[in-house]
């Protein structure tokens, strides 16, 4: 069990569907410059891609940290 941590519970998933609904594909790829979300995006695409790069989930994870989650703090 992870308490402190805030993606505790947050499947990879969930994360890129709440960040599509809130902003869109052009702010995803103009935060994170990788050819899934810039090149005929979609959900099923950049979980393949970012499950198979560890780089780039982190950038996810960190977007989707500084946007979301600090988002529903405030």
């Known amino acids: 069990?992870?308490?402190n941590n805030p993606l505790h519970g947050i499947t990879l998933e969930r994360m890129l569907r709440e960040m599509v609904?809130?902003?869109c594909w052009e702010f995803l790829a103009d935060e994170?410059?990788?050819n899934c979300f810039k090149n005929n995006p979609s959900?099923?695409?950049s979980l393949t891609f970012l499950r198979k790069?560890?780089?780039a989930r982190t950038k996810v994870e960190q977007l989707y940290l500084r946007t979301i989650i600090q988002a529903n703090i405030k």
């Open 21 to 23: 609904e809130r902003y």
């Open 1 to 3: 069990m992870q308490p």
């Open 32 to 34: 994170i410059n990788i």
């Open 43 to 45: 959900i099923q695409s």
């Open 53 to 55: 790069t560890p780089w």
